[in-house]
Nanobody, 126 residues
């Protein structure tokens, strides 16, 4: 089992920046690919970004490409999502998720992930 805890959400003005963190605990000796998803009110939970265990491969949703950067520090069992030039449409609850590492493959579907955090809320005001 892997437990994931997100932090770093909050209220920010449009154009601002936030860095989300996801701390993993439990069976962290195994290799996991990590992903960030988000769910806006009344909408589906969508893929935002993902990163393989080695950090050698990353993936981004088109809606955040160029504005977000995912990174990880395996020594700290933590994954980050740096978000810049935030827009009101980025308002959502952001979730961290994990699936066993598959080399360079990063799942974009929710069903590919085995473990989820409780989420951290991001609100972007206009």
């Amino acid at each position: 089992q892997v437990q994931l805890v997100e932090s770093g959400g909050g209220l920010v003005q449009a154009g601002g920046s936030l860095r989300l963190s996801c701390a993993a605990s439990g069976r962290t000796s195994s290799s996991y690919t990590m992903g960030w998803f988000r769910q806006a009110p009344g909408k589906e939970r969508d893929f935002v970004a993902g990163i393989t265990w080695s950090g050698g491969s990353t993936a981004y949703a088109d809606s955040v490409k160029g504005r977000c950067t995912i990174s990880r520090d395996n020594a700290k069992n933590t994954v980050y999502l740096e978000m810049n030039s935030l827009k009101p449409e980025d308002t959502a609850v952001y979730y961290c998720a994990a699936h066993p590492d598959l080399g360079s493959r990063i799942y974009r579907a929710r069903s590919g992930y085995n473990y989820w955090g409780q989420g951290t809320r991001v609100t972007v005001s206009s």
